[in-house]
């Protein structure tokens, strides 16, 4: 069964703290994707990354980096942590695909709270 | 910046209704897929389409591409607790990554 693994499904962090979401993927997908989820606001994506060591903003990346050190690893870093950060935060990836029709897997999500 | 607009919001019927949810948006689209999200889980896909006009059945699930690619609609027929979810509507764009709508979400009581 492909997978996608979000290591932590909630966490509860301070104002100003160093927060890591990490997610690994079994499916050797080229590309991998963070997005949070908001009431009202959809699915919103953060950043993006094609291949290892590359990154792409998404169209929110303002508070937030990435890290791909390894094909299957995309890990989310918050560096301070602020509360309009409360979110559900979910990774996902997709093979390469040409004809722009690829299909997403996701995580079960990252509910975290900033208090 | 193009936006994907879902309606309704929030859908609840009772089992055995049909329902139609919609997907517009104000240019054309590449192609549009269709996901479910189930509490506690993450998105999962239930169609892709890419041709103007295209029509695609999953069981009870119809859904329709509009000919000029501007709109997306998902039609359930006879609906079930089992189809309570968000159903979100996706636009692919270069390299695969998706603009999302807000979604609709659907409650089906017994």
């Known amino acids: 069964d492909v997978k996608v693994t979000q290591s932590s499904r909630y966490l509860v962090k301070r104002t100003g703290e160093k927060v890591f979401l990490e997610c690994v993927q079994d499916?050797?997908?080229?590309?991998m994707f963070w997005y949070r989820q908001d009431p009202g606001l959809g699915l919103r994506l953060i950043y993006f990354s094609y291949d290892v060591k590359m990154k792409e903003k998404g169209d929110i990346p303002e508070g937030y980096s990435v890290s791909r050190e390894k094909k299957e690893r995309f890990s989310l870093i918050l560096e301070s942590a602020s509360t309009n950060q409360t979110s559900m935060y979910l990774c996902?990836?997709?093979?390469?695909?040409?004809?722009?029709?690829?299909?997403?897997?996701f995580g079960e999500g990252s509910r975290l709270t900033v208090l | 910046t193009q936006l994907l607009e879902q309606s309704p919001q929030f859908l609840s019927i009772q089992e055995g209704e049909n329902l139609t949810v919609y997907c517009n948006s104000s240019?054309?689209?590449?192609?549009l897929q269709w996901y479910r999200q189930e509490p506690g889980e993450g998105p999962v896909l239930l169609v892709t389409?890419?041709?103007?006009?295209e029509v695609k059945k999953l069981k009870r699930l119809t859904f329709q591409f509009g000919d000029a690619r501007k709109d997306s609609s998902l039609h359930i027929t006879a609906a079930q607790p089992g189809d309570t979810g968000l159903y979100l509507c996706?636009?692919?764009?270069?390299?695969?990554?998706?603009?999302f709508g807000a979604g609709t979400r659907l409650t089906v009581k017994p």
């Open positions: 996706a636009e692919v764009r270069n390299n695969n990554d998706m603009r």
């Open positions: 499916m050797d997908h080229e590309n």
């Open positions: 389409v890419v041709t103007g006009g």
């Open positions: 996902a990836s997709s093979t390469r695909d040409r004809k722009n029709t690829g299909e997403l897997f």
């Open positions: 240019s054309v689209f590449s192609s």
